[in-house]
């Protein structure tokens, strides 16, 4: 039975981050997903959340939780710790710089989103499109250069995993040329990551 409601969008990559987390850690039985839309002024994810933000998570006490790195570090803490956030100083700073790494690759991607969302074409500022994207190739670089574990389904590998997906869905940049080693990760990724077709955005 569930006790926590995960106030989410089926598209968002941020709220997909803890659909993952909680499918790893077998916590997925206790959260109910309820869809949310950050731009109805009349949702109560305002009032649940004062950024009216997605993901938002609402505990059995009433209180809530945001955003998506303190989220899954309490579905870790709920799992026990050390699942998806090693204690070990060494390995937990490298899954948080990785975790890092995805979430800014989500935070261009959605500001470049964004731009293209609410301009009309001619107004939209390559400039700043461009801007967002340089930040995203450079991350994507690193990532080609050092992709992550094939073992290990951490933070890290979750924000990366979800940020691949978010630019298939969004924006449909060619990120797999010249990136083979990353391209082939996020295959494998895909195949071992329990709940990741299901969390798919469509």
Not at 30 to 53: C, M, W, Y
Not at 77 to 94: N, S
Not at 157 to 177: H, M, Q, S, T
Request: charged share 25%.
């Amino acid at each position: 039975m569930s006790d926590m409601i995960l106030r989410a969008s089926l598209t968002s990559p941020f709220g997909r981050k803890p659909r993952l987390a909680a499918a790893v850690l077998g916590l997925a039985g206790r959260i109910e997903v309820v869809v949310a839309d950050t731009f109805n002024d009349h949702d109560s994810l305002r009032a649940q959340n004062p950024l009216g933000k997605v993901p938002t998570l609402l505990l059995a006490d009433g209180s809530a939780l945001y955003d998506s790195r303190v989220i899954l570090e309490y579905f870790d803490y709920l799992a026990g710790g050390d699942r998806i956030i090693p204690v070990e100083p060494a390995a937990r700073f490298a899954a948080l710089k990785l975790q890092a790494i995805g979430d800014g690759i989500l935070d261009a991607g959605v500001l470049r989103r964004l731009e293209t969302m609410f301009r009309d074409e001619p107004l939209w500022s390559r400039r700043w499109l461009g801007y967002q994207a340089g930040k995203m190739n450079r991350a994507l670089d690193v990532l080609e250069a050092a992709p992550p574990s094939e073992t290990d389904i951490l933070v890290g590998e979750i924000a990366v995993a979800c940020g691949l997906g978010f630019i298939d869905f969004r924006l449909g940049d060619d990120w797999r040329a010249g990136r083979p080693r990353l391209a082939g990760w996020f295959e494998r990724f895909g195949a071992r990551c329990p709940g990741f077709v299901e969390s798919m955005p469509r």
